[in-house]
């Protein structure tokens, strides 16, 4: 079975510029998160869905960040207008329902 | 809110000598408790979950009781090898949250041989 993909693996991007990751979860999963990873912090989530529908977007920084997932399979992140604070790893992870979530291996933003 | 607090890292053991990482827990609801451990370059990976209080969770020699009482899930293994050199982190999901899953820091483990 694959596991979840993510889409690219880096990004260097100058501030001002944006960015959008890419994520195919695991066949099935309903349940679609993002979360923000700073070096050597844990993960914290952003968003995530449950199908096509938005359940928690309340830590996703509105005015820059936005996610969808138009037919609840295949999700994009997108950072517009990045600043260094943004540097991070993007996770995908997906759930069928429950709480165990299975992650990508992550898009590594360095934004200078 | 939901946090987590744990040992904080790195934590530097030779092979064969036993771990212990702490975690402690603020939640009002009842959770679920997890370890995951990650491996430079990859994503988080469930290294075992505990959904009721008083039970124990396992995994490659890894252990943890849910002890609702102290509102800790600490992590122990009697004997560390090179191989468990990663980052650790304990998390909890409960449902009053729908059901989103908080992590800590993590701990870095660095096992030498």
């Known amino acids: 079975e694959a596991g979840v993909t993510q889409s690219p693996r880096y990004a260097v991007l100058q501030e001002g510029q944006a960015v959008s990751f890419w994520c195919d979860p695991i066949?099935?999963?309903?349940?679609l998160y993002w979360y923000q990873q700073p070096r050597d912090q844990g993960p914290q989530l952003l968003v995530y869905?449950?199908?096509?529908?938005?359940?928690?977007n309340s830590q996703l920084p509105s005015d820059r960040f936005s996610a969808v997932r138009p037919k609840g399979t295949n999700s994009t992140l997108k950072i517009q207008s990045a600043k260094q604070g943004d540097t991070a790893t993007y996770l995908c992870?997906?759930?069928?329902?429950?709480?165990?979530?299975?992650f990508g291996e992550g898009s590594r933003l360095i934004v200078v | 809110g939901d946090s987590v607090t744990q040992t904080e890292g790195p934590v530097t053991l030779s092979e064969g000598t036993s771990l212990t990482v702490n975690c402690s827990y603020e939640t009002k609801q009842y959770p679920t408790l997890f370890w995951y451990v990650q491996y430079p370059g990859e994503g988080p990976q469930l290294l075992f979950k505990v959904p009721k209080a008083n039970e124990k969770g396992s995994n490659r020699g890894f252990e943890a009781t849910y002890n609702k009482e102290a509102t800790s899930f600490h992590l122990q293994k009697a004997s560390v090898q090179e191989s468990d050199s990663a980052v650790y982190y304990c998390?909890?999901?409960?449902?009053?949250?729908?059901?989103?899953?908080?992590f800590g820091d993590g701990t870095q483990l660095v096992v030498k041989p």
């Open positions: 869905f449950r199908d096509e529908a938005v359940i928690d």
């Open positions: 998390a909890l999901s409960d449902r009053g949250s729908n059901n989103r899953i908080f």
């Open positions: 992870a997906s759930s069928w329902t429950g709480n165990t979530l299975y």
């Open positions: 066949s099935g999963h309903d349940t």
